[in-house]
C-alpha cells in the first residue's frame, strides 16, 4: 500500500510540454542557423550545467556557445528561435489544473532549466494559474538527478518524502527520487498519466 500524497512535484519538459533545449531543440537550431554541430555540441556541454544550475546567464552561455564567432544573424533571432521550440501540451497541463482546482493536494513543479528560458515557458504554458512553487534547477543551484534537488525541494516543502509524488518522462531522474522514499510515476502520455493518478487516489 502507498502512502497518502500530499505533494505533487511535476517536471515541465517532456510532461507538460515539449522540452526547452534539449537534443533536438539545439539540433533545429544548429540546421536552422548553419552552426558546426560538434564545435557547438562541445561548447554547450562545457557551460550547459552552469546555466542550468544558475551559475551564468543565458547572454553568457550564448557569448560561448554561439556567439564566439561573427554571426550572419542577431542575438535577438536566435533567441526567438530557441524560445519558440517551447510547445504546451494542453492534454497533460489540463491534468494539473484538474489537480489544482480539486485543491487536495499541493502542487509544484520540478525541472532542470534556465531562468530565462524557465521564465518564458512558466508565462507560455500558462503555469503560473496552476502552480504556486516552481522549484527549478536555476533558482536551487543543483540539477537533477542528484539527490540534493530533490532533498532540497522536499525541505523547502517540508514535506515527508513517502507522502509526495514526482512525475517525470525520464527512468534516470525518477531513480533518485525513489531511492529517497518518494514516490513516482514515469510519463508516456497524458491519458496513462491521469489513469496513474486516479489509481492512487490524487485525481478523481
Not at 46 to 62: C, P, R
Request: contains cysteine.
Amino acid at each position: 500500500m502507498t502512502s497518502p500524497v500530499d505533494l505533487v512535484l511535476f517536471d515541465i519538459g517532456g510532461v507538460l510540454g515539449s522540452n526547452g533545449w534539449d537534443r533536438e531543440q539545439r539540433m533545429a537550431a544548429v540546421e536552422r542557423f548553419g552552426l558546426d554541430e560538434d564545435d557547438f555540441q562541445y561548447r554547450h556541454e562545457e557551460t550547459v550545467g552552469a546555466l542550468e544550475s544558475g551559475q551564468i546567464s543565458l547572454d553568457e552561455y550564448l557569448d560561448v556557445t554561439v556567439f564566439c564567432d561573427d554571426r550572419a544573424f542577431s542575438r535577438e533571432e536566435f533567441t526567438s528561435f530557441m524560445f519558440a521550440q517551447s510547445v504546451p501540451w494542453p492534454d497533460s497541463i489540463a491534468i494539473a489544473r484538474d489537480l489544482a482546482a480539486a485543491g487536495s493536494v499541493r502542487l509544484a513543479t520540478l525541472n532542470n532549466e534556465s531562468e530565462a528560458l524557465n521564465n518564458f515557458r512558466i508565462r507560455h504554458f500558462g503555469l503560473r494559474e496552476i502552480f504556486p512553487t516552481f522549484f527549478t534547477s536555476c533558482w536551487l543551484g543543483v540539477r537533477k538527478p542528484t539527490h540534493a534537488i530533490y532533498t532540497r525541494a522536499l525541505g523547502m516543502a517540508q514535506a515527508e518524502p513517502k507522502r509526495a509524488l514526482f512525475i517525470d518522462d525520464r527512468v534516470q531522474n525518477l531513480n533518485p527520487a525513489s531511492a529517497l522514499g518518494m514516490q513516482t510515476i514515469h510519463f508516456d502520455s497524458p491519458v496513462q498519466l491521469r489513469a496513474n493518478l486516479q489509481a492512487r487516489g490524487v485525481l478523481s
